[in-house]
Structure formats: C-alpha cells, structure tokens
C-alpha cells in the first residue's frame, strides 16, 4: 500500500512525530484562517500552466487560421482553372492577329474574324492561363476577376464596347422597316 510522503520520511527516519504532528497542525491552522477570511492561495504553477495553455491555444488558432487561408487560396486557383478550362474558346485557329497587352508586354493570339470581333466587343475577354493564354466568355472573365483580378489580362475598352454597339444600331436603323416582296434587285 502507498504511504504518504510524511509517512515515508518518518519510516525512513529524516523526521520525527514532532515534526510531523507540529506541520500538520500549522497546515490545519492556515487552511482555516484562509476559509475564515476567504483568502484564495494562487497556485504560480496552475497560474504558469494556465496562461502557457492559453498561449498554446492562441498560437494553435493562429496556425489554423493560415492554413484555412492556404486552402482557401488553393479552392480558388482550383475553381479559376476549372473556370477556365470549361469555358475556354478555340484559339489559333485563324489568321487574323489579336493583339492584346498582358502588363507592360504586347502579346498575340491568332484567332478567326468572328472570334476578334468578339473580343473588341467586349463579349469575350483574354485570361492567363497555366501554359498561356486562353479565351473566354465575359460573364466567366467576371467570375474570375472576382475570385482574382490579375488573372484577366484582356477586356475590351467600354467606349470600344458603345462604338461598337452604336455602329451595329446605325446598320440596323432600317431594320424597323418592312421590304416590300415584289422588290428585285
């Protein structure tokens, strides 16, 4: 059976009954003045545990917080590139030159005439890609430049975008005009 720790120092013989008895009582004594006048001991070691378990904890959500913020940037380059793969336009697959700026380089793309008329039109945007650059449709170009701008390398000019739009209104104002089935040309 385990002995307590006075009774193995009396069995051992580093101290005697007196000593023994004479603690105890000076134990007894301050345990009840503290309880009479409510006078909370302060453990310095609980006090020094509690507060390293306090720092551990602060530094355990820090850690966590940067890896959350690692994975979430990893969800996003995943969903740009899924964004992109499933949208992407046929490119070098014409003769006529699209020229575009991707920072302070001019870069090009060879594209059919459709696929430039769109572009300036503003309906299909220019992203970078993995191994370059690829076409899109603007509302995914959106999409991405709201998960990261610097993924969007091409959109046409808005006043490119009304010119346009007004030059097909002015080929189109006789539209409202009905032609007559006898005429020849």
């Known amino acids: 059976m385990a002995l307590s720790l006075q009774d193995q120092l009396l069995k051992a013989g580093l101290t005697d009954k007196k000593k023994a008895v004479k603690i105890k009582n000076e134990k007894r004594k301050k345990n009840k003045i503290n309880k009479k006048h409510k006078i909370v001991e302060v453990d310095e070691s609980a006090k020094a545990a509690q507060e390293s378990l306090e720092a551990k904890k602060a530094k355990d959500r820090e850690?966590?917080?940067?890896?959350?913020?690692?994975?979430?940037?990893?969800?996003?380059?995943?969903?740009?590139?899924?964004?992109?793969?499933?949208?992407?336009?046929?490119?070098?697959?014409?003769?006529?030159?699209?020229?575009?700026?991707?920072g302070t380089k001019i870069k090009r793309l060879f594209v059919d005439e459709a696929t430039q008329k769109h572009i300036s039109q503003g309906k299909l945007a220019i992203v970078r890609a993995?191994?370059?650059?690829?076409?899109?449709?603007?509302?995914?170009?959106?999409?991405?430049?709201?998960?990261?701008?610097?993924?969007?390398?091409?959109?046409?000019?808005?006043?490119?975008?009304?010119?346009?739009?007004?030059?097909?209104?002015?080929?189109?104002?006789?539209?409202d005009y009905e032609i007559p089935d006898d005429l020849t040309w």
């Not at 850690?63 to 992109?84: F, G, H, P, R």
């Not at 046409?156 to 097909?168: D, W, Y």
């Open 63 to 102: 850690l966590n917080a940067k890896a959350k913020q690692v994975a979430d940037e990893k969800a996003i380059k995943a969903q740009i590139k899924q964004l992109i793969e499933v949208n992407k336009q046929p490119k070098n697959n014409g003769e006529v030159i699209c020229n575009f700026t991707d």
């Open 130 to 175: 993995d191994d370059g650059y690829e076409i899109v449709p603007m509302p995914v170009a959106d999409k991405i430049s709201e998960r990261d701008q610097e993924i969007v390398v091409y959109i046409a000019p808005p006043e490119t975008q009304e010119e346009n739009k007004a030059t097909s209104e002015e080929d189109d104002w006789y539209a």
